[in-house]
Nanobody, 122 residues
């Protein structure tokens, strides 16, 4: 069965770092893309970063460019989101999800992992 497991959230001070992991199983990793999303209270769910596993194409929303880095360890079927220089506005529940690799980034996500909470304190 398809399974996505997000982990790595926690409480961190502003300016600090966290590394989120999305472990995937139950499907051929290279046939899909993985997106990281987040949802903060009162906000719509937002696509944060995206990686197409087959060729390493990556995408970031503007607010995290230069601070976040997405990467994929295909041998481990795991996608990471390294989050540096965290800000209060990064506080959210973060989710990872998969889509077929041909989908428009952040669309067509058919399986979702459980969210992991990132809380950035001042």
């Amino acid at each position: 069965e398809v399974q996505l497991q997000a982990s790595g959230g926690g409480l961190v001070q502003a300016g600090g770092s966290l590394r989120l992991s999305c472990s995937a199983s139950g499907f051929t990793f290279d046939d899909y893309a993985i997106g990281w999303f987040r949802q903060a209270p009162g906000k719509e769910r937002e696509g944060v970063s995206y990686i197409r596993n087959s060729d390493g194409y990556t995408l970031y929303t503007n607010s995290v460019k230069g601070r976040f880095t997405i990467s994929s360890d295909n041998a481990k079927n795991t996608v990471y989101l390294q989050m540096n220089s965290l800000k209060r506005e990064d506080t959210a529940v973060y989710f990872c999800a998969r889509s077929p690799r041909w989908s428009v980034p952040f669309f067509g996500m058919d399986y979702w992992g459980k969210g992991t909470l990132v809380t950035v304190s001042s």
